[in-house]
């Protein structure tokens, strides 16, 4: 998990691409977000088996990001 949200964190919005790979460096492929809730799902389930609020922390951070970058004024959001 920790490498995967290192790949969240170290974007400008807050979000994990949906295509990269990783060598000595991590390279984003294609930088489009598919609106996926696996990070966040895994995220809330490692805090309430490990009451961690890292994980707990991280997963509102990608909400935040998904509500900033990603809803539409009229509501819903924008796959893209």
Same mark, same amino acid.
């Given at each position: 998990?920790?490498?995967?949200?290192?790949?969240?964190?170290?974007?400008?919005?807050?979000?994990?691409?949906d295509?990269?790979?990783?060598?000595?460096?991590?390279?984003?492929?294609?930088?489009?977000?598919?609106?996926?809730?696996?990070?966040?799902?895994?995220? *809330?389930?490692?805090?309430?088996?490990?009451?961690?609020?890292?994980?707990?922390?991280?997963?509102?951070?990608? *909400?935040?990001?998904?509500?900033?970058?990603?809803?539409?004024?009229?509501?819903?959001?924008?796959?893209?």
């Amino acid at each position: 998990m920790e490498g995967c949200l290192h790949t969240y964190e170290t974007t400008k919005t807050g979000m994990g691409a949906d295509t990269l790979s990783i060598s000595s460096a991590i390279i984003v492929g294609d930088p489009t977000y598919m609106l996926r809730p696996e990070v966040a799902e895994s995220l *809330f389930i490692l805090w309430r088996l490990t009451k961690k609020h890292r994980y707990r922390d991280a997963g509102w951070a990608i *909400f935040e990001s998904i509500e900033t970058f990603c809803g539409v004024p009229k509501g819903g959001f924008l796959l893209e």
